[in-house]
Structures are given as structure tokens and as C-alpha cells.
């Protein structure tokens, strides 16, 4: 039983390493979390709703991560509405 993530940096670090955990051990995600975490900018999904291109491949080049393009660019492309669902739960916890 896991414990419930209340801070949304971490529920959307947690549902973007989920993707990338897909197909692979956790403890391959695991081992590369700080990786990841340096990688994506700390998961702040303002900063990363901002990655275009060179991101990407910047991404794509960096070897401490799993280096598949279809996961990078999931957590790119779904970052505006995963950000935006996160606000509105965020909303819903401060009443």
C-alpha cells in the first residue's frame, strides 16, 4: 500500500515516471529517478510544458535516463493537461 501525494510536482513526477516505467522493472526507473528529475527540471510542469525540440533531443541524448522518444514526448505532450488537471485537484484540496 503506497501513501497518497498531496504536493503536484511529485503526483505529476510520479505519473511521468509511471509512463516511462512501462514495459521496464521500477527499480530501472528507480535507480535513474534523480536522473530524470535533473532531466525534466524537476518536474515543475510549467518548465516542461515549455520543451520544444531541442528538448527533445536534448533528452534523447542524455544516457542517465530511458531514452525512448514516444515516453519523452507523452510527458511533453500530455503535460498541459495533466498541469491543468492537478491545478483543479490542487483547487479541490484547498476547500
Do not use: N, Y
Amino acid at each position: 500500500m503506497g501513501f497518497p501525494v498531496a504536493d503536484d510536482i511529485r503526483l505529476f513526477e510520479k505519473l511521468s515516471l509511471e509512463g516511462f516505467q512501462a514495459g521496464l522493472s521500477w527499480l530501472t526507473i528507480l535507480r535513474r529517478r534523480a536522473a530524470f528529475r535533473r532531466a525534466f527540471a524537476g518536474f515543475e510542469f510549467e518548465r516542461i510544458a515549455r520543451f520544444g525540440e531541442s528538448e527533445i533531443e536534448r533528452l534523447l541524448a542524455d544516457a542517465s535516463i530511458v531514452r525512448h522518444r514516444g515516453k519523452i514526448e507523452a510527458v511533453i505532450s500530455v503535460d498541459d493537461q495533466i498541469s491543468s488537471g492537478l491545478r483543479s485537484c490542487s483547487s479541490d484540496r484547498e476547500m
